[in-house]
């Protein structure tokens, strides 16, 4: 290797390893106890399990400024504008929402920089995340960010894969954009709720990496 080349390290997410470690195990032990054309299919799955949770290192866009809002997830833009109807956090905002299929990085990043005010998870259903209706009735989980006097909301919403969501924030934490924060397991959908004055830099139909992409620009 030149001295000037970088290693390629694959990162796990922590969440991950648990499905890891027991898909190999049951690969191992039925490959010993059986035959290892048996284990075939578990390492199969275990494999996925090491590219589902896999957690690549992202960089803002150079010049970006502090006022730049990031995409918190990689996935497909459903919404940008108006905030639709469905469990709008109160207040008047304008939304981004970011479909997550199971072949995208669910590791998930903070939008801005600023203070954690507030963080929640609400029990609900498993709606498919693509519908407008899970934002209300799907278990989620909300971080309010307070951003130089400015409120952001992120939402973590499960699909009808991801049955579960994690979230390392706690409240009074102060955090920066582009950090890692979560992930969504199996396939899911995140919302990020911005002030009105914000200016949205996506479209509908867009695709979005967790990190780099800039989604919005605060006033």
Request: hydrophobic content about 50%; proline content about 7%.
């Amino acid at each position: 290797m030149r001295a000037c080349e970088t290693p390629i390290i694959l990162r796990i997410d922590p969440a991950g390893l648990p499905f890891i470690a027991g898909a190999l195990a049951v690969a191992a032990l039925s490959g010993a106890a059986v035959a290892w054309t048996m284990a075939i299919p578990f390492a199969v799955v275990g494999a996925f399990f090491v590219f589902f949770f896999r957690d690549p290192d992202r960089r803002a866009p150079a010049g970006a400024s502090d006022a730049a809002v990031l995409a918190p997830a990689d996935g497909r833009v459903l919404v940008a504008g108006p905030a639709t109807a469905e469990a709008t956090p109160p207040g008047s905002w304008q939304q981004i929402s970011i479909f997550l299929s199971p072949m995208d990085v669910h590791v998930n990043r903070l939008p801005v920089s600023g203070r954690v005010t507030r963080v929640s998870v609400t029990p609900g259903r498993f709606l498919p995340a693509y519908r407008h209706e899970a934002a209300a009735a799907n278990e989620r989980s909300e971080v309010w960010i307070d951003h130089g006097g400015q409120l952001i909301v992120v939402r973590q919403i499960v699909g009808i894969l991801a049955r579960r969501v994690v979230c390392r924030l706690e409240p009074g934490a102060e955090v920066r954009a582009g950090e890692r924060f979560g992930i969504m397991k199996f396939g899911s959908r995140m919302d990020v709720f911005v002030p009105l004055g914000a200016a949205i830099t996506v479209k509908v139909g867009d695709r979005a990496r967790g990190g780099e992409t800039v989604i919005a620009v605060l006033h």
